[in-house]
């Protein structure tokens, strides 16, 4: 088995082996090259992303900058929107539903590092992570390795996701811990106290 292989599979493995630092190499010129289009060339912008990401399911939207490890190991599901300043560490899967929307200042990241020092020299490992349908993830949210989070939950501002966050749950903190469900209710609401004063919501 080699380093990379081990990467995908969760083993510790050695970040310069097997072709994996001109991969990583590959990844920061296209990450150059989407940061760097003039605002209004989308269609190009867009054409750069597709080939750095190539496993999407349908339409998504990354506002610049975004930085990645690979791409080939993200997949992305319709409907996909995140604002400024993303990075996700993507050196095991990480696997993001339809309908996910990312507030700017995120970092998802499946990479890790040995806690002794010793060991953290040499050799690394990465977990992968999952992100069901309809997740909202706030502003400035850190998401570690070998998280899942479920369907149609939100990820308070700032908080730090340690560990598996359910499904249909406001879930805040750091560490992140499910705050409350959501429920039928918070339909009628759009922020706080603030009821929709339109009819298609």
């Known amino acids: 088995m080699n380093h990379k292989e081990r990467m995908l599979k969760g083993l510790p493995y050695l970040s310069n082996e097997d072709g994996l630092f001109e991969e990583r190499q590959k990844a920061k010129v296209l990450c150059h090259k989407v940061n760097t289009c003039e605002p209004l060339d989308v269609k190009r912008r867009n054409e750069y992303l597709h080939e750095l990401i190539p496993n999407t399911k349908g339409s998504f939207y990354i506002e610049p900058p975004f930085r990645c490890d690979y791409g080939t190991n993200i997949e992305l599901g319709d409907g996909f929107y995140s604002n400024y300043n993303l990075i996700i560490l993507d050196c095991a899967k990480v696997t993001i539903g ?21 060991s953290r020299k040499k050799y690394e490992y990465a977990d992968e992570i999952t992100i069901g349908n309809n997740v909202w993830i706030g502003a400035n949210v850190v998401v570690n390795p070998g998280v899942k989070i479920g369907d149609n939950s939100v990820i308070g501002s700032g908080s730090v996701v340690t560990k598996d966050i359910p499904c249909d749950v406001v879930a805040v ?29």
């Open 98 to 118: 339809d309908n996910v929307l990312i507030g700017p200042n995120v970092c998802i990241t499946s990479a890790g590092h040995p806690i002794h020092y010793i």
């Open 173 to 201: 903190g750091n560490p992140c811990r499910v705050f409350r469900a959501i429920t039928e209710e918070d339909r009628q609401y759009y922020y706080k106290d603030k009821k929709f004063d339109v009819e298609d919501y």
